[in-house]
């Protein structure tokens, strides 16, 4: 065991894919020399050199389309986009291209490759900076979308990710990069589509992703201390989804509340919760409940941001206001 | 014509077996979309069709140099290109009337015909996006030292989106064995480039912008047309990095089936189907000796190749339903959940 950031397990979990496959390659924008503007990426390029570890112009159809062609040529190549938010300006490359061509070739092109972004608001970056693009991505067939919510889960899916032969989204929540957490030594490889039960409880399903994952911990401690045992899931993997993971628990528990740090419309939360109403309607003893960030871009003043983020009060109060 | 440097330095000529390549390779490629439009204005081809019927010189040109290995990226445009690098025709042509034996089991259609076994990569709809996808196939090529040499063909239209300039820096500045190659047919869609663009020659005078040598050649010229591929394929393939070809041409009919391109004035289509390169290469090679009757022979070999090829394409079934959720993933299957 070592005390790591959420930052460090980046590096680490890139490293050690780049160790285990030579045909693993890294490029982005400053993430080479700079070592990442979120210093996620520090030491690659003085270990891995600079062919496999490589700047980039401030092109992101370039990035993007160059992971493609690189993946339809040999290798299992990792472009980093720096905010999520930048995915818009190479959304036809991600949404038309990756997604698609495999399928559209009836399976003569296979994309093992990965694209990771920092993602998600509180750092009070604003609304062009700050966004939770999860959704845009889990919308799009043929993608395969992970979101880790501390550094073990960062190497560990980061690992499965590059292993996977299929394009895989994975979705780093920027507020946790200072995150502190003990990391097992050794490699760490985890499995795609594995939802994980954070804490259990009898009497409701928090379902939560990312950097909401510790607000919903501090919350069901909180409801602990009323008498309310909440169960709190880690969904961990938006695509594949582990719907038996969250159905069992919502049959057991009878109450369903996603917490989601995206706006209301169609976050990922509407997706698990209409699975949830489809499949196990008849075990819900109340409501299913989304929190969400009100349906507006992210304010960047800290005053407006709080407000704007379930926070752990809001999931208390929500949860209590749901079961009468 | 241009400001740009016309390619003129690529004597000595193509050797007469080469050229009797490239002219059976145009005449099958012709034949072939003309069978495609009958099929079409017969409803046995749905949704649309983009015939580059007139600019086979280019694709030609190309697939005469390029090795086995050597990749192809095309667009919606892109029937010729993707035969001429050795797809079968009969799958191609049962891929355009949605059958299981298509190429891509009826799942690509006509704007997405691909056959990775023989290096074509694929076939873009969407403008400029296959020009930073060929240049990262490049770039593995090169860091794999395959000696792979990566062409990417687009139209005039392409010149003024972003990827293309986004794709042209990032391949000079790492220096990709990749050939980029405009076709321009003077029109955008239904607009002419020319009212839309900066400048007269939309890909050869931006060529300075990434530091390339501005490479204007007349695609309608089967010789020169293979003298610039050559030199340019060479160029990549000994680690001097990309390429930017600006070939001059001309569709001879609309952008797509829905188009009869009535903007077009009467005379200038007149002026280029008088330069259309198929009776240009055969006049210069019976000039040059070729015996009329060899190249009868290849045409009609030819209208056989498409008969047969569509005899077979239009014996293939329907798509079985099974194969609607097949392929999205590498395990062959489109699950989502558990």
Redesign the interface.
Known sequence: MAELTYREAVSRAIAQEMERDE?V?FIGEDVAAAGGVFKTTEGLLERFGP?RVRD??I?E??I????????????R?IAEIMFSDFFAVCW??IA??IAK??????????L?LVIRTANGGGVRFGAQHSQSVEAWAMAI??LKVVVPSNPTDMIGLFAAAVR???PVIVVEPKALYAMKADVPDGEIVDRL?AATVLREGSDVTICVLGSMVHRAMDAAERLAADGIGAEVIDVRSL??????AILASTTKTGRFVTVEESPRLCGWGAEVAS?VAEEVFYDLDGPVVRITTPHIPLPSTDALEDLAIPSPDVIVERVKASMG | MSKAVRSRSDKPRTDEAVRLEIYRMMVEARLFERRVHDLFLQGLVKGTSHLALGQEAIAAGYAAVLQPNDLVYCTYRGHVHTLLRGAPMAALMAELLGRANGICGGKGGSMHLTDVSKGAMGSYAIVGAHMPIAAGAAWAAKERETGQVVVCFFGDGTTNIGAFHEALNFAVVWELPVVFVCENNLYMEYTPIRSVTAVENPAADRASAYALEPILVDGNDPDEMHAVARRTVDLARSGDGPSLVEARTYRHGGHSRADPAKYRPEEEVAEWVARDPIPSLRERLIADGIDATTLDEIDRAAERVVDDATAEAQAGPPPDRSTLLTELWADGGSEWRN
């Open positions: 045909t390659y062919r980039t112009p092109s159809q370039a993007v389309g160059a992971v493609m062609g690189g993946a339809m040529n040999g290798l190549p036809d490359m038309n291209q061509t495999r399928y559209m070739t009836n399976g003569q092109v296979a093992p067939p043929g996977d032969p299929d589509g695509v594949p989804l582990d719907t038996q699975i």
